[in-house]
Structure formats: C-alpha cells, structure tokens
C-alpha cells in the first residue's frame, strides 16, 4: 500500500561526479543506503501487458473462475537486483552505472519533514488518508514508468532514464483529488524547481500500487 511522486527524464544529461553532487544537494541528501543494481534492461510496461493479456485470455475459460480464484495484475515481481553496498560516493556510483540499472536509497532528506508538513497541513484528511511522504530514492538507467491500480489496462507515463521519487506510505481516500493537491504544494513545486535547475525539464508521475 504505498506510492510514489517521481520526477523523471527520457533524455538526461550525461552524470558526472559534479552533477551527481548537485542533484543530491538540491534534495538536501546526505548520503546514499541499501543500494542495488541489475545488469539487464527493465521492461516492466512490456511484461505487465504480455501479463495482463494472458489473463484475460484464461477468463475467456469458463473454468478459469474455480481454478484461479483470486488471481491479480500487478508489476512484476524483481529479485534481479543484487546489492552494492552502502555510504557510496558519487564516485562509486558513477562506476557502476555503465551498462546497469541503479536504485540508490537516500540517507533520510530533512526536505522530507517539510514535504509531510505541508501535506498534513494542505490537504484535508479526508482526501490524503493516511499518505505520508517518507524518503528520496533515485533511479539511473531505464524503467517503465506506470501504473496499474485505478487503470486495469494500466496508464504508462513514460520511459525514464533517470528519476527522483518520494515514496508515498499508504494511499489516500480520493486519489484524483490528493494527486492535484499535493502537485500543488509549494515544497513540491520547489523541489521540482530544484531538480530542473540541475537536470533540465522533468516529467512528474504520482501513482500507488
């Protein structure tokens, strides 16, 4: 029951240690934890719909209802990351990254309690539920972004190459509502200046599976 805010790129620029220094600083991390690679191509979207077909192929059985009740669509299960170590320098990363996928779990972000301030403060609980903001990761290399709960067939954003998101713990009462309002929140709307500032124009997706 959780979600994600991510800001992504299709076409980011090339990382260096200078880069990567700013794009850390600019949501105020500290250092990076429990952080993984996988050396093949992620096609997360691809998979899901490959999935999502064969379903509805078997429900076309009239047997399929007895035999497989319960059965649900969701992103592919992912045991192909292996972990790389933690308190990585922008060095370390820069010298995994070629030809891999990254996944780099910030040391907590004091931007976070700003975030979950003005979310508790902004948007009713009513609407938010009990979402919480909790932490920064960044993503480096390609991954389908997209989502599959309030799409059965599934929605993709885009292609990403590069992404920040903010994980988002439990989901909210009315979605549609609590994804306008918390775009609209100044400090989120500061950090996206921030990242852009550094990285260029960015894509924004807020989904929870």
């Known amino acids: 029951m959780t979600g994600e805010m991510r800001w992504f790129w299709e076409s980011p620029p090339a990382l260096d240690e200078a880069l990567f220094d ?18 093949d191509v992620q096609r997360a979207w691809d998979e899901f719909r490959r999935n999502r077909d064969q379903v509805d192929d078997v429900e076309e059985d009239s047997n ?6 319960g059965t649900m669509i969701s992103h592919p299960a992912d045991d192909a990351y292996r972990l ?3 308190d990585l320098s922008s060095q370390d ?16 972000a004091e931007l976070i309690h700003r975030v ?17 903001p909790m932490d920064f990761f960044i993503e480096i290399g390609r991954a389908d972004v997209f989502e599959a709960m309030e799409n059965d067939d599934g929605t ?20 549609a509502t ?10 989120v709307n500061e950090i996206g200046e921030r990242l852009e500032a550094v990285l260029g124009p960015a894509k924004r997706a807020i989904y929870w599976g």
């Open 116 to 132: 979950r301030d003005q979310c508790e403060s902004l948007i009713p609980i009513e609407v938010r539920g009990a979402m919480t």
């Open 178 to 187: 609590c994804r306008r309002q918390f775009l609209e929140l100044p400090v």
């Open 64 to 69: 399929f209802a007895t035999a497989n009740e």
């Open 156 to 175: 993709l954003f885009g292609v990403s190459r590069l992404s920040v998101c903010m994980t988002l713990h439990a989901w909210p009462r009315d979605w």
């Open 22 to 39: 700013a794009l850390l600083r600019s949501i105020d991390v500290d250092g990076l934890m429990q952080n993984a690679s996988r050396a």
């Open 84 to 86: 790389i170590g933690a």
């Open 93 to 108: 990363v820069l010298a995994e990254v070629n030809n891999v996928s990254l996944v780099l779990c910030t040391v907590h």
